[in-house]
C-alpha cells in the first residue's frame, strides 16, 4: 500500500509541459508542425503513426509509405508556465504554432497543412 501511495505522490510532482514539435518527412523534407500542452503525448503520436491509425491522413500515408525510419520528430519550443491567469494555454499554443509555420513557410519549407483545431472553449 505504501508503494502505491509513493507512485501516486511521485507522478503529482511530473512536470507537464506545453510546446511545439515537429515530425520531419527525411527525404522528401516536409514538415507537420503541431502543439501540445503536454509534450509527453508525443509517444501517443507516434503510436497512432505506427498503428496506421494517425488523424493527418496526408502525413499517415508518407508515414507507411516510406516506413518510421524516415522520419524525425523533434520539439521546437518548450513554452514557460502562463504568469497571466486569465491567458489561456490553447491561446498561447496556437499563436506559437502560426509563428513556426510562418517560420518554415518563410523558409521556404515544404509543409503538411495543419489540421483545423477546434477553437471553441
Avoid: C
Avoid at 57 to 77: M, P
Amino acid at each position: 500500500m505504501n508503494r502505491r501511495k509513493e507512485l501516486q505522490e511521485q507522478y503529482k510532482e511530473i512536470k507537464i509541459e506545453a510546446g511545439i514539435y515537429e515530425v520531419r518527412n527525411l527525404p522528401e523534407q516536409k514538415v507537420w508542425v503541431t502543439s501540445t500542452p503536454n509534450l509527453r503525448t508525443i509517444n501517443g503520436s507516434l503510436f497512432s503513426l505506427e498503428m496506421g491509425s494517425f488523424i493527418h491522413r496526408e502525413l499517415q500515408a508518407d508515414w507507411t509509405r516510406l516506413g518510421k525510419d524516415q522520419f524525425e520528430v523533434n520539439i521546437l519550443e518548450v513554452l514557460k508556465p502562463l504568469e497571466n491567469p486569465y491567458e489561456r494555454i490553447k491561446d498561447k499554443l496556437q499563436d506559437k504554432e502560426e509563428e513556426w509555420i510562418e517560420r518554415f513557410r518563410s523558409e521556404g519549407m515544404n509543409l503538411y497543412l495543419p489540421l483545423q483545431k477546434n477553437t471553441s472553449v
